[in-house]
């Protein structure tokens, strides 16, 4: 299939966000004495910290305003950004079809936090929609943020090629009737 538009995820995908989003979250789990082992901080990769927040809650008998402590994980991973590099193998796809076809990301975070990493990164400007958690009822791996993506390039799902870094986000693309590109099989082809 030659897609009629793409769609990436951020974390993990266009961004080498998770080493210092798994430090932010180090630091809100000891605050509040939670348990959250970093296989599983990566098993949730595209899933909005407040739901993380509020399943380990439940899980471990604890009463916590989740909402609340998913902003301290925020305001402790902003001081972070500024360490973020761009993940260059899928950078460059997203550059390479720059004003060829449309293009959105679809990502679990924050419209604030994707907004500064894109920012970061210098790439925003390739973008014609950035789709966050709070635009979606339901999360990864729900496909409604890669379908409010297509939506919003205009392209339909059974056109888009997305790309995605973690099994959740996949498991979404492929309910959206996407095709699903796994980065991480990308990433490690192109290391040497």
Not at 18 to 35: E, F, G, K, N, S
Not at 122 to 143: C, G, N, Y
Request: aromatic share 6%; hydrophobic share 45%; glycine share 8%.
């Amino acid at each position: 299939m030659i897609p009629k538009g793409l769609i990436f995820d951020c974390d993990g995908t266009l961004a080498d966000t998770m080493p210092l989003h798994w430090h932010a979250w180090q630091i809100v789990t000891q605050r509040h004495d939670l348990h959250f082992p970093e296989d599983r901080f990566y098993a949730f990769g595209g899933v909005p910290s407040r739901d993380i927040l509020k399943l380990l809650a439940e899980e471990q008998g604890r009463s916590l305003d989740h909402i609340a402590v998913a902003h301290e994980k925020e305001e402790a991973y902003l001081p972070l950004m500024a360490r973020i590099e761009p993940i260059h193998a899928v950078v460059e796809i997203a550059k390479a079809n720059h004003g060829k076809i449309p293009m959105a990301v679809a990502s679990g975070g924050t419209q604030k936090v994707i907004g500064l990493v894109l920012d970061h990164l210098k790439i925003r400007h390739l973008f014609d929609a950035v789709v966050t958690s709070e635009m979606v009822k339901h999360q990864k791996p729900a496909p409604d943020i890669f379908l409010e993506g297509a939506r919003r390039i205009g392209v339909d799902p059974g056109f888009c090629r997305a790309y995605e870094d973690t099994d959740l986000g996949l498991t979404a693309i492929r309910a959206a009737g996407m095709e699903a590109v796994d980065v991480r099989k990308l990433r490690d082809q192109l290391q040497f």
